[in-house]
């Protein structure tokens, strides 16, 4: 039985979920960050449990040709970006990897999932960024929590490394208001203060939005916060202020006010427009989403005279693209501000045969297929959780042609897929898009067509 603070010699063997080295010692498996692939090390177990146990290195005993030294100085703090330790390609063949085994050993399929298209210049690609704000030390602070906790750990003075410069520009900007107006930070553990959040958005012409989270609309000297917000970010469009008094850890108060400039901004994905404000749903990472949906396009290989089903559709930048090449396309989602914010975009584009329903999709699409719909692609997006069984059982009995998957959860795309091939459909295509480079998620499409 392996106790707290016992120190062993282990060999990683391989990497687990979000890139943590899976280990052994006596035949059970240790969890130990930071560790790569046939490295040895000195492991002090910190959580020991029933029939697996956690541990962190203690002294790295022989290192692997993969490691890389982390660019960010609080990444072991921080706990974001879990793949700093490797090389960037060797975090690509890590997500391939687990994709593989996954729809190997869960999905029991026989497909080869293909190198992950990774990104160029991994870096400063995030258009959005959500900050904590909090006292240390005495002086109003921001950054990102310590991995399961509310502890704060502050940006380092270079800023993030995967968000964009204006955004560590305009945190700055807000940190020295608050520093000259005596706003103060709230504190979670009182309910005091102002400032909760800072929330950046930026658009790919170089625009950018400010949401600061507050606990109240009147807050210190706000012509002061705006000059210098535009003083130090030229690209400023907008600062909005977000009225969240609540005791949650929801980020965002359903009252917004625009302080300065203007209500959303424009931003622009395959050709079409789509307004993004405090609340819409914007894919982070512009330049890797044109690569996933054009691979979701591809595979719904639409000629022109097809309906399609764009099931979880949230703003509608998935279904509007298919719109233009398929004869009609209905979205569903559950969230009423996206669907409102889909018909919107759909009219900015001019897109007339788009139809968009509010509602759960296991409830909208078994009811849709009840009545007799029968699309000829379905294309699914779902949370994490994956599709729930009412979803698939739907697309089992309406037989579409085609179904597209688009998974930010490659353990329950392994899961899902298996369901799929067993009610009538073979897994056709794979292709992994690192879409959160530097994390250990990864986004999937896959393809299944009608036996």
Request: overall charge neutral.
């Amino acid at each position: 039985m392996l106790r707290r603070n016992d120190i062993f010699e282990m060999t990683c063997e391989n990497f687990g979920q979000d890139a943590q080295s899976v280990c052994r010692y006596d035949g059970m498996a240790v969890f130990v960050p930071g560790l790569l692939p046939g490295e040895r090390a000195m492991v002090r177990i910190v959580k020991p449990e029933k029939r697996y146990a956690f541990g962190r290195v203690e002294a790295l005993l022989e290192r692997s040709p993969d490691r890389a030294e982390p660019f960010c100085p609080v990444y072991k703090r921080c706990g974001g970006c879990s793949c700093q330790h490797m090389t960037y390609d060797t975090s690509l063949r890590f997500k391939q990897d687990q994709v593989q085994q996954l729809l190997t050993r869960v999905g029991g399929l026989c497909i080869t999932v293909p190198p992950v298209l990774g990104m160029d210049t991994p870096f400063a690609y995030r258009n959005k960024g959500a900050y904590p704000v909090a006292e240390v030390s005495g002086a109003p602070a921001c950054g990102f929590f310590a991995p399961r906790s509310h502890d704060l750990i502050p940006l380092p003075a270079q800023g993030c490394r995967i968000q964009r410069e204006d955004s560590r520009d305009a945190t700055q900007a807000v940190l020295a208001w608050m520093k000259k107006s005596g706003a103060r930070a709230y504190d979670e553990a009182s309910g005091k203060g102002l400032v909760r959040h800072i929330m950046t958005r930026s658009t790919t012409a170089g625009g950018l939005m400010v949401v600061l989270v507050v606990t109240r609309r009147d807050i210190p000297q706000k012509n002061l916060l705006i000059d210098t917000l535009k003083s130090a970010v030229p690209g400023l469009v907008s600062l909005c202020l977000s009225i969240n008094a609540r005791r949650t850890n929801v980020i965002l108060g359903e009252e917004i006010h625009t302080l300065w400039g203007e209500s959303v901004m424009e931003d622009t994905l395959h050709g079409l427009r789509f307004s993004v404000s405090p609340l819409s749903f914007f894919q982070v990472n512009p330049e890797q989403t044109e690569k996933l949906y054009q691979l979701a396009l591809d595979y719904a290989d639409l000629t022109g005279g097809e309906t399609v089903v764009d099931a979880y559709c949230g703003a509608g930048t998935i279904s509007l693209m298919l719109a233009r090449r398929a004869k009609k396309v209905i979205g569903i989602e559950i969230v009423e501000p996206a669907i409102l914010n889909a018909r919107e975009n759909a009219a900015r584009n001019g897109i007339s045969n788009a139809e968009f329903i509010v509602g759960a999709t296991e409830e909208v699409l078994p009811r849709l297929v009840s009545q007799g719909m029968r699309p000829d692609v379905i294309v699914v997006d779902p949370p994490r959780k994956g599709c729930e069984e009412a979803v698939l059982q739907a697309i089992a009995e309406a037989k579409p042609r085609r179904v597209v998957y688009v998974s930010c959860g490659a353990p329950t795309l392994a899961r899902d897929a298996k369901i799929l091939c067993e009610n009538g459909y073979r897994a056709e295509k794979v292709q992994c898009v690192d879409m959160f480079c530097w994390t250990g998620a990864v986004e999937t499409v896959m393809l299944f067509t009608r036996l």
